[in-house]
């Protein structure tokens, strides 16, 4: 048998080369440079016995016991191994605050501040003045307040982590009064009602889906009240026959009966959006200034920083919540703080905000500089898709994403890619989108409308050298 695979150009399981041979082998040296000995003797191991499996079944072609090939092969496989799973991207959705992609990108001010974290010791929790332990809030309280108009200040890890301890720590076995439109499910099936069952607290439903007046919230006020609660309408907008109650009449209505109005403000901004030519979002100070006791918003949505869930408002629930054993379980550490502090500095000087604060700069890139950018790429593109397909460089619509401002859209530009032959596209459309996520740096765009669409309001100038380069070579 072993003479006729001999003749046939195979191997037998008997050739198959011993670990140690392969090990001292010359083409192996790379490998075992770049991962190491452990990592390279399992790679070693699991292609052997795929060998040897493959010999018993019917013979190995020889070539494919050299040293080379199977160095080639073990340096293949432990290189896919060690491949980021976390991988840079580039977002064409046409979505900004992509929640899939990562939402807000960081400025530059606060990559550089992750990083001085990152290799060098620092104050998380040391008071430089007096020498004795402090509290990492103080990093970032007097910053919020400042901007925000609150008394006091502290952060979790997201938004829905500063509901849930809102919600714990002031109305455990107590009642919260909701209007029942504001029941939001915010990104992956996460509700309103399922996180106060968490939190402790007895939700009361007043009103309709699509009107909810005063007298809801003060008929729903009993003994076992803790708050009154408002809650930002994420992703979706309520038109038509409607009637909801402002911040500041519930938090009258709240008052009066001497209990605290909170509102999660989901995205939440601290400057007006207007002055930049966006659609006018209720910032954090203007539902201080109207009688919210606390507000809670994200860090890493409109206000343009790291993964956080921010609470500002009175100081004395401020402390209730921090002497919270959650608190602890919920807080961020360095790297979030590090990449928090400079966004919040960029507030402090607006007239700058537009340029130096990355997501702002993104919302606001205007349609002439997106087009010729278009001009440039289509040609690039269909290129690189060959003459199945057909790319034009059009006008279209992105969205700001993440809960914020649902059916507001920026008149941007990009490319629509179609099938050029016969038949369905959609095969087609899929296959070139698949393509695209391939590439060493994906390109993520989105299908609809029998056409792969490509938002280049995220691709910004700095980075298009780069993009192009990829796209070179065919991609079939």
Same mark, same amino acid.
């Given at each position: ?47 052997? @016995? ?97 901007? #925000? ?55 009361? @439903? ?18 076992? #009240? ?206 070139? @989108? ?43």
């Amino acid at each position: 048998m072993a003479d006729q695979l001999s003749g046939a150009g195979l191997a037998a399981a008997s050739d198959i080369p011993s670990l140690d041979r392969l090990l001292n082998a010359e083409a192996l040296r790379p490998a075992l440079a770049t991962h190491g000995r452990t990592q390279v003797v399992a790679a070693l191991r699991r292609d052997l @016995e795929a060998l040897r499996k493959r010999a018993l079944d019917g013979g190995v072609p020889r070539h494919e016991l050299d040293a080379a090939a199977v160095a080639a092969r073990t340096s293949a496989a432990l290189d896919e191994a060690a491949r980021p799973r976390l991988r840079a991207v580039y977002n064409l959705t046409g979505t900004v605050l992509h929640t899939n992609l990562g939402r807000a990108l960081l400025p530059d001010e606060a990559v550089a501040s992750v990083l001085r974290a990152l290799t060098s010791p620092a104050n998380l929790e040391f008071d430089l003045d007096t020498g004795g332990r402090g509290d990492r809030d103080d990093l970032i309280d007097e910053l919020l307040c400042e901007l #925000t108009g609150a008394e006091a200040a502290t952060v979790v890890n997201n938004n829905a982590a500063a509901v849930l301890l809102m919600l714990n720590a002031l109305a455990d076995r107590r009642e919260v009064v909701v209007s029942r439109g504001e029941l939001v499910e915010i990104g992956g099936a996460f509700r309103i009602p399922d996180i106060m069952k968490r939190a402790g607290a007895k939700l009361v @439903e007043v009103g309709t889906t699509n009107r909810t007046h005063a007298a809801d919230y003060e008929n729903a006020i009993g003994p076992r #009240t803790a708050m009154l609660m408002k809650v930002h309408c994420s992703n979706y907008a309520v038109t038509g026959f409607t009637k909801s109650v402002d911040v500041a009449d519930v938090a009258a209505l709240a008052h009066a009966r001497g209990l605290p109005a909170t509102v999660d403000l989901g995205s939440g901004t601290l400057v007006d959006l207007t002055q930049f030519g966006l659609p006018k979002e209720d910032t954090v100070r203007e539902t201080i200034a109207a009688g919210a006791d606390l507000v809670t918003f994200s860090g890493d949505k409109l206000l343009g920083g790291p993964q956080a869930g921010l609470l500002v408002g009175r100081a004395d629930l401020i402390r209730k919540i921090k002497k919270n054993p959650l608190k602890r379980a919920l807080r961020v550490g360095k790297l979030t703080l590090a990449a928090l502090e400079p966004v919040l500095q960029l507030y402090r000087a607006p007239e700058f905000l537009a340029q130096r604060l990355t997501t702002l700069r993104l919302l606001t890139r205007p349609m002439r500089d997106i087009q010729p950018q278009a001009e440039r790429l289509r040609g690039v593109l269909a290129h690189a898709a060959g003459p199945s397909y057909a790319v034009e460089a059009v006008p279209m619509f992105s969205q700001i994403g993440s809960g914020a401002l649902p059916i507001d859209q920026l008149p941007s530009y990009g490319l629509a890619v179609r099938h050029a032959g016969s038949g369905r596209p959609g095969r087609h459309l899929d296959r070139l @989108e698949t393509l695209l996520r391939r590439l060493p740096v994906p390109v993520i765009g989105r299908i609809a409308d029998d056409a792969l669409w490509l938002d280049l309001r995220c691709l910004e100038d700095r980075d298009e050298a780069a993009f192009t380069a990829q796209l070179a070579e065919p991609l079939a």
